[in-house]
């Protein structure tokens, strides 16, 4: 059996709620995050941005801003090289425009100066020359033939001729005939949504420190989910070694996948090699919203066949993502997860990629599948109201199992879909009486979770601590999981360990923190690193007690002699073995680098109780219960903490969130006063319900937790609003003036 | 633009700095006395991030000039623990999971503190409308009422 399977056992530490690492750093305010960092002779560097939504850039003259005082270098699109690899090339062109301003916010170019008012005083210096062009913002509007064109070439050869060039990608998914399906139904529903672009919404906004050395050797310290990706950009863009761009992140102030790709970074480098001197960038907040990565925004259409007693006979969907005014993939993993949570004989789904003058989409939370996984849920309510259904029902009698071949293609192992339907059934919220006017929603979730490579270090101090090097930057808890994993599996005490997340020199490459991967993959890989030296240490122990390594094993934190034929030794623990390592051929160290997969998908299931304000179209979201599968929470407090924290982003962006452009194409509303996230008073508590279906992929079983609690909200609460104020909306945000509007007929 | 020269309090310890009529009291704590506790999320006094107190007063320090810190006394995250002994709300921060990121944790903490002098004994609804200024996009909020409910109850035991 391969020790990546999952065996069952009794756990002495994961499963507890430990104290976090760098829990007292972080409520002290010493926790140094992206903008905290200075260098001597440091220089402040700000971006000139487009206020056009599209347009030619027939010229930059900087000449004015070059002569005033205290200005040391400037930089435009011309001073990064021409790229010949796409997805290079579209990086850099989205953190510094080349010949096409491509959105309202797109950056023009780049001032280093020796403070911040001098930086923006020559930002105003510099004249561009823009031709303005026609713009295109809306997904619907982009995809008629004659929209304005973003990009002209970027359509690949799937796309059929005589559409218009924003349509970039074509995908498709499923299995069976869906017209033999729909034949089957007693009722067949069809519906559209459409889905408004979100933001992150990270309180940090991007920062980095930039040093380039006349010797060519680089450092960068940032605020980033991969030091590692960030480095492979960089370098690509600056056209270094990878040895020679040493990337470190800071603490990070939240990233929700928005972190995965660089902005400033390449800027800040360019601005620094340029100056001679280290360049610090920090984005303002509407630089963060008017260039950084919200989400897609969606046009959807379903098409769900059912009988009268609730089984699915064919399910389609069409689903036209925008990524704003680069190709994007996201609409593929918005396709593949549409059906996911369903045991269909007969479902297709189909996706495109739509370019518009909006910023290049960065990933949020499972990117792509609330969108669609949202139009599916709405659909099946309606379907469940109309035969007099109940909807958890309606869900476990569809529901994928072990065994049953997924919508996108692979065909599922243990998993944990019914047993979470089953929890939210059996829970007491379910059955909990409603007042008047008040509705119930439930909704499924789901996200593939990643694995992907990693590399962990796990080094035995001479006093029998324990210091892992691992190189993914921990956003929620992530440090604390992975320290708890390693006292399990080495049985020594969490609080003699020590994790830290090292810089892009200190081991080899580590995939971005995303995909829910981290608790999963680092810990897996933890997992073998402390095999790995506990392997070492039973040869130590062996050479102490001259006898075969194959005659030691490891039990309780200590070597002990394997059965009555290896002889008879006390037991040697971890600290005594590793207080005499000199002697006995020196430092201890376990390692293990792997390219994780098994990651083992995670369904969830919430249900919402809301109530509408006829008079103000507002949501009062009154009572919210997740239920999600973990594998194994390694760490509850930190699992719950990514249910709620999911659960509440998809709030937000049921209820309020959305990115709202003018005629002009401009982002009207980029500060947190106008785009408004949930705040506390907003809220109900939010429960949340641990399932522990193991993950056969893991050694003890864990599944990410990251993301799937982003994607039931937007459904459950549709479904909750239609329950309560008998309207059905059929786009997102459901702000006040929607559900005026609905409400008004 | 001529500097202004200002002698001020923080956490206790006499500071004298000079800064620009239009600079704020945040850039001023971070850029200039090394105090980068006390974070930037929006600069419009939107998210809380940048929680102080002025005079036992709760303000977005993004929204106060640097020259109004004359003669004041500021208290910043730095200032909540007593050397190695942490505020109990910041050890309840710990224990309950309050914080994931932590970005948004000394604002919200800098924040209950100035709610829990007025209010020893809030409910939750109190505490939620007075925390709505303070955004946290990792937790939904749950652990951070929680926790902060909690070290009110040991406050006012103690």
Known sequence: ?745 | MKKVHVSTTINGDPYEFLCAPDESLLDVLRDRLGLTGSKEGCGTGDCGACSVTLNGRLVCSCLVLGAEAEGAEIATIEGMADGDDLHPLQQHFIDHAALQCGICTPGILVAARALLEKNPDPTDEELRYWLAGNLCRCTGYDKIIRAVQAAAAEMRGA
């Open chain 1, 1 to 745: 059996m391969s020790l990546d399977e999952y065996t069952r056992r009794e756990f002495k530490q994961v499963g507890t709620r430990v104290r976090r690492p760098d829990g007292v750093d972080k409520v002290t305010g010493r926790a140094m995050y992206g903008a905290d960092a200075t260098a001597p002779g440091m220089l402040v560097g700000r971006i000139l941005r487009s206020p056009h939504a599209h347009a030619r850039v027939k010229g930059i003259d900087t000449s004015a801003a070059e002569a005033l005082k205290g200005v040391k270098a400037i930089i435009t699109g011309a001073d990064l090289p021409a790229q010949e690899d796409e997805f290079i090339r579209d990086v850099q062109d989205n953190c510094m425009a080349r010949d096409k301003a491509l959105y309202d916010g797109h950056a023009v170019a780049a001032v280093a100066a020796t403070d911040a008012a001098t930086a923006k005083a020559a930002l105003k210096l510099i004249k561009v020359d823009y031709e303005v062009l026609p713009h295109v913002t809306d997904v619907d509007a982009a995809i008629q033939p004659g929209a304005p064109v973003v990009q002209s070439g970027r359509t690949l050869e799937n796309v059929p001729a005589g559409m218009s060039e924003n349509v970039t990608s074509h995908s498709e998914f499923g299995h069976g005939d869906p017209a033999e399906g729909f034949a089957r139904a007693d009722m067949i529903l069809e519906r559209s949504y459409r889905t408004a672009a979100t933001h992150q919404g990270y309180i940090e906004p991007h920062a980095c420190l930039a040093s380039y050395a006349s010797d060519g050797k680089a450092d960068l310290w940032c605020c980033t989910q991969g030091q590692f990706n960030v480095r492979t950009l960089c370098a690509a863009i600056m056209e270094m070694e990878a040895s020679q761009l040493r990337v470190t992140a800071s603490e990070i102030g939240g990233g929700f996948g928005g972190k995965t790709t660089v902005f400033i970074e390449p800027v800040a480098l360019a601005l620094s090699r340029k100056a001679g001197r280290p360049v610090k960038i920090v984005m303002t907040r509407d630089e963060v919203f008017r260039a950084t990565g919200p989400t897609v925004h969606t046009s959807t259409d379903v098409k769900i066949g059912m009988t009268k007693d609730g089984r699915i006979t064919a399910a389609e969907a069409t689903l036209r993502y925008s990524g704003g005014a680069f190709p994007c993939g996201t609409v593929d993993m918005g396709a593949q997860a549409a059906f996911a949570a369903y045991d269909l004989d007969h479902v297709r789904t189909y996706g495109w990629n739509v370019m518009t003058n909006r910023p290049k989409e960065a990933a949020y939370r499972a990117p792509g599948a609330p969108q669609s996984i949202y139009a599916v849920e709405a659909t099946l309510d309606e379907l469940c109201q109309h035969f007099g259904l109940d909807p958890l029902d309606v869900r476990l009698k569809n529901a994928a199992k072990k065994g049953t071949k997924s919508s996108y293609g692979p065909t599922f192992p243990d998993i944990g879909l019914t047993a979470t339907l089953e929890a939210a059934k059996a829970h007491p919220h379910y059955s909990a009486p409603l007042k008047d006017g008040q509705g119930r929603g439930i909704s499924c979730g789901f996200w593939f979770n990643f694995g992907g490579n990693t590399c962990v270090s796990l080094n035995v101090n001479t006093d029998g601590t324990v210091g892992i090097t691992e190189g993914n930057p921990d956003i929620g808890g992530s440090r604390a999981s992975i320290s708890l994993m390693a006292a399990e599996e080495l049985g020594i005490p969490y609080d003699r360990i020590r994790t830290i997340v090292a810089d892009t020199s200190s081991l080899g490459y580590n995939d971005v923190t995303d995909g829910s991967r981290v608790t999963f993959a680092v810990g897996l890989a933890t997992i073998k690193a402390a095999r790995d030296a506990i392997g070492k240490m039973c040869g130590r122990a062996a050479r102490i007690w001259g006898i075969d390594p194959e005659a030691v094993e490891w039990k309780d934190g200590a070597t002990v002699p394997a059965g009555p034929n290896a002889g008879k030794f006390p037991p040697m623990t971890l600290a005594e073995i590793a207080a005499v390592s000199a002697e006995t051929g020196g430092p201890i160290a376990g390692h293990h680098e792997v390219n994780a997969d098994g990651a083992g998908v995670s369904f969830g299931v919430h249900i919402v109780d809301v109530e509408v304000d006829r008079d103000t179209g507002a949501t009062k979201v009154l009572r919210y219960t997740v239920f999600q599968d973990a594998g194994k929470a390694v760490h509850p407090s930190y699992v719950e903490g990514q249910m709620q924290g999911g659960a509440v982003q998809g709030i937000g962006w049921a209820l309020n969130e959305e990115y709202i452009y003018g005629k002009d194409g401009r982002l009207q509303n980029p500060g947190f006063l106008d785009y408004r996230v949930p705040v506390a008073s907003d809220l109900p508590p939010i429960d949340a319900v641990i399932l522990e279906i193991p993950n056969p992929g893991h050694p003890y079983g864990v599944r990410g937790v990251g993301e799937t609690g982003i994607v039931p909200p937007l459904a459950a609460i549709t479904n909750a609003v239609c329950r309560s104020a008998g309207v059905r909306l059929h786009e997102l945000p459901m702000s006040p003036p929607r559900v005026l509007k609905a409400l008004a007929g």
